[in-house]
């Protein structure tokens, strides 16, 4: 039987995205506001986003803080990480600088990045969800996890179970 979360779909009006099936090309720009696509970020290893659910999220923060402490176990998987915030290009360079981090951290160049891949405004508009997705160097997914409440939205420990299998 599969794993939950390895199975787990996102929907979105018009777009769904599901396990081994390819992420779109989200248009980005990176916390110094060069613009990249997220095919850009695709180069012989896989990519593995977190979404944010905002920069002043404590949850997110410590979930962005483990990726940055295990940084090398993801390399060393074939992993390259790229965090992903709601909030506009101010806000992504200026949390950015503060965090000092060992990886890209990217917004939306036009529109939300989040809702480009299914995480939505949950709660009556309030409530950004936050969510991990793998995407392996042909640009299919392979992982997906989504949450309307942040400590749900990333798990290192099935990250890592779906990275040794792609192995």
Request: some cysteine.
């Amino acid at each position: 039987m599969p794993s939950p979360s390895l199975s787990f779909c996102l929907f979105r009006e018009f777009t769904m995205l599901e396990i081994n099936t390819p992420v779109p090309d989200l248009d980005l720009v990176d916390a110094t506001g060069a613009p990249v696509r997220l095919h850009d970020y695709l180069d012989r290893t896989h990519v593995l986003l977190y979404f944010m659910r905002a920069t002043t999220c404590p949850v997110c923060v410590r979930h962005v803080r483990d990726l940055a402490r295990h940084v090398d176990e993801y390399a060393a998987l074939g992993a390259r990480i790229v965090v992903v915030v709601p909030e506009g290009l101010a806000t992504a360079r200026a949390w950015a600088a503060r965090q000092a981090l060992p990886f890209p951290v990217v917004t939306g160049a036009h529109g939300s990045p989040h809702e480009a891949v299914g995480l939505l405004r949950t709660v009556f508009g309030a409530v950004q969800q936050s969510g991990t997705i793998l995407v392996d160097p042909a640009g299919l997914v392979r992982y997906i996890k989504a949450a309307t409440l942040p400590t749900a939205g990333y798990d290192r420990a099935a990250v890592l179970r779906a990275l040794t299998a792609l192995r």
